[in-house]
């Protein structure tokens, strides 16, 4: 089955540390995209990528990191510079004809110790 | 700056009722406007509009697009406890390659 994979599902770090979230798709899409959600905050853009080794600051960019190396694979580290990472990281991806919508992963959450 | 604002943010109602939620969008270069639904982690696609006046329908659920007062309602009808998720709008915002969210409406539907 088509679809996208995040994982791990829970992570937890401790303060001063880098983590990297996987994120992998299937589903032959263009785009990529990594959105931050807190409670009563909506969806964040943290950055997207519309082509393989091109990618883009969204709003929330500071402290996180993105490689595109692979047109299936779009990990995103979340770096010690930043300061509240404690969320629920979503990835998702589309076909980049904007005519369609995205696909989401389950997502990671991530809790700092 | 590309604006994305739902309402109610939160919301309770009885199975059997009727609910609207209400989206409204500034955005530079509008293109269509999404509706998600969120139940415990990865949000699912509902509807995309992209024209005026037209009404988008699946079961109890639907949706219409207002371009020129800039606002969209999604409708449930007959509610019921499954119908207990995050409803999220979305449009495309102003690099027209992202999806700009709203906060969201919380509806939950008690017995």
């Known amino acids: 089955d088509g679809g996208i994979t995040q994982s791990p599902k829970y992570l937890f770090r401790k303060e001063g540390q880098n983590v990297t979230l996987s994120c992998e798709q299937n589903?032959?899409?263009?785009?990529m995209y990594w959105y931050r959600q807190d409670p009563g905050q909506g969806l964040r853009l943290i950055y997207y990528?519309?082509?393989?080794?091109?990618?883009q600051k969204g709003d929330i960019a500071e402290g996180y990191s993105v490689s595109r190396e692979k047109k299936e694979s779009f990990p995103l580290t979340v770096t010690s510079a930043q300061k509240n990472p404690t969320a629920f990281y979503l990835c998702?991806?589309?076909?980049?004809?904007?005519?369609?919508?995205?696909?989401f992963g389950s997502g990671t959450r991530l809790t700092v110790v | 700056e590309d604006k994305v604002v739902q309402s109610p943010l939160s919301l309770v109602v009885h199975e059997g009722d009727t609910v609207t939620l209400n989206c409204s969008y500034e955005v530079t270069n509008f293109r269509s406007l999404l509706w998600y639904k969120q139940e415990k982690k990865a949000p699912t696609f509902l509807f995309m509009l992209t024209s005026s006046g037209i009404e988008k329908k699946s079961g109890r659920l639907s949706s219409i697009l207002d371009k020129k007062e800039l606002f969209s309602i999604l409708n449930i009808t007959a509610t019921q406890t499954g119908d207990s998720a995050i409803y999220l709008c979305?449009?495309?915002?102003?690099?027209?390659?992202?999806?700009?969210f709203g906060k969201g409406t919380s509806l939950l539907v008690t017995p």
């Open positions: 998702a991806s589309t076909t980049g004809r904007r005519q369609y919508g995205y696909t």
């Open positions: 589903l032959n899409h263009d785009a």
């Open positions: 990528s519309q082509i393989v080794n091109d990618f």
């Open positions: 979305a449009v495309y915002g102003r690099t027209g390659y992202a999806l700009n």
